[in-house]
């Protein structure tokens, strides 16, 4: 299979090299071309020579200048001043689908950048074709960095007893955690009915009935629903209220079940799930328009006072950010909040914690000059220059309150910081910091990090079978779809199980549970 792959990257190259224009590859004499062994003097810049290292991220930000901005000039002043000199960078950007084209062309016309982001399964299939290079050497001559990195990040990125990339990092607060996503409700739609946030499944049935059918809103008409959602939503909380998480895209959740890691979605607690959530659509609780909507349409529900209780971000209880700022603009008065994951009938509660890697795992080529030049680099901006590289300089862009731990930002958008270089595009590491969000959105990343609140995924890591049967979980949202509006019964959940099994199950788990025991 990973042959068929590589040969088809090499048919799409081909006819699209021509409108892919100019590659971030490390092809120029100074950023390019074939690297030599960590650590040697050969590998290292002479004096006076002046290292460029071609950068590409997945991200989305057409206001960023491909020249860098004024930015640029500023943190390049800012690295030679902290003995980091004869450096400089250049920065693409894509996303999405376009993004992994484009990367796949660059990986097999073997043109990589020096420095990118990958997914889990790409990293892992690149450190198998020699594309990329362990870090275990470079991260030990990163103190700044290595401070704000989890040591269990690490463990999950091992493949081949080697770390091929490197993850995120997260400030010491406790809001800043990896965990984002938790159940949002209309707190105001609460106060105009006289209840309490619910804390068990039978008081958010309870909730859901009131917010569908007593007129929350106060505008007389039957035109709200209790819950809603997009079409990828699992209604992960309720799975959560039975101990389980069944998966999350296109990740399949781990659980133990006597001694073995089985797939949250095959283990019984599933279907109790399952038969109540069908249970709640029937009783027009939930959005009948869910197995079609997208996160927009959502959006725009959210927005017009359609839904109360919908899975978001703790980000939404944030007053400047758009789903909420929309909201209270369209109804003085809303209120979105963040609250706690109700407990099932035997106490278990949560969402699914979210990805170690949070999503943005980068590795270096293994063709890259001067590795230990760009690890400088990153960890300089994990340290001194962090601030700088995240804010923009202090007075013009920022405002830092150490005595309370807090930044106020003086421009009107982060995308005020794109035009000008700095920022997300720019961030050589992603080290997450809420310093700057208001409290109610701060109080909501306390309950989504907090352990108790959280279904733990029993395996991280990937195995060659998941790169081998990647759309299994597509058969799972084909199935969850149908048995929830009730086009299937819910005994047909074991017809899922089985043809899970059929048709690579088998042997993915088969494969976790070897890898999880060497």
Known sequence: ????????????????????????GTTNDTAGGSGTAEGTTENR????????????????????????????????????????????????????????????????????????????????????????????DLLEQAPELMKLIRQEDL????????????????????????????????????????????????????VLRA?????????????????????????????????????????????????ELKPGFTVPEAKEALAMIQAWYKEGLIDPEFPVMETKQLQE???????????GSAFDGDPKQPINASLTQATPGAVLKLITPPAGPNGHKGLPESSPSYGDVRSISAKAKHPEKLMELINWSAGPGFNLVTYGVEGTHVELDDANNKVTMLVESYSDLYKEGFSNPIRFVQIVDR????????????????????????????????????????LWSEYFAKIVTGAYSVDRWEEFVERFYEQGGQVIEQQVNEARNK
């Open 1 to 24: 299979m990973r042959t068929w792959i590589r040969l088809a990257f090499i048919a799409l190259l081909a006819v699209s090299v021509s409108a892919c224009g100019a590659t971030t």
């Open 45 to 136: 810049p002479s004096a006076g020579e002046a290292v460029t290292f071609n950068i590409l991220r997945n991200f989305n930000s057409p206001e960023y200048p491909a020249d860098g901005g004024p930015a640029k000039k500023i943190i390049l002043e800012q690295l030679k001043e902290a003995g980091i000199d004869g450096v400089d960078y250049n920065v693409q950007l894509a996303s999405g689908d376009e993004y992994t084209t484009k990367l796949n062309l660059l990986a097999a016309s073997g043109e990589l950048p020096d420095f990118f982001s990958v997914d889990l399964q790409t990293m892992t299939r690149y450190a198998d074709e020699g594309l990329i290079q362990p870090l275990d």
């Open 155 to 206: 463990e999950n990125l091992k493949y081949n007893g080697k770390i091929y990339g490197l993850p995120v990092g997260y400030r010491p607060e406790p809001f800043n955690g990896p965990n984002t996503n938790g159940l949002v409700i209309r707190k105001d739609w609460l106060d105009n009915l006289n209840l309490q946030e619910p804390k068990t499944l039978d008081e958010l049935h309870e």
């Open 211 to 259: 917010f569908t059918f007593d007129d929350p809103d106060r505008n007389g008409q039957d035109d709200t629903y209790g819950l809603s959602a997009t079409k990828t939503t699992n209604f992960s909380f309720i799975f959560g209220a039975f101990g389980i998480a069944p998966a999350n895209g296109n990740a399949i959740y781990w659980t133990e079940r006597n001694g």
């Open 301 to 311: 529900k959210v927005i017009n006072s359609r839904a109360g209780i919908y899975e």
């Open 435 to 474: 310093r700057w969000m208001a409290e109610d959105a701060i109080e909501g990343m306390y309950i989504t990090n907090d352990p108790e609140n959280l279904i733990e995924n029993a395996f991280w890591k990937t195995v060659p079978a998941l790169l081998d049967y990647p759309d299994l979980t597509k």
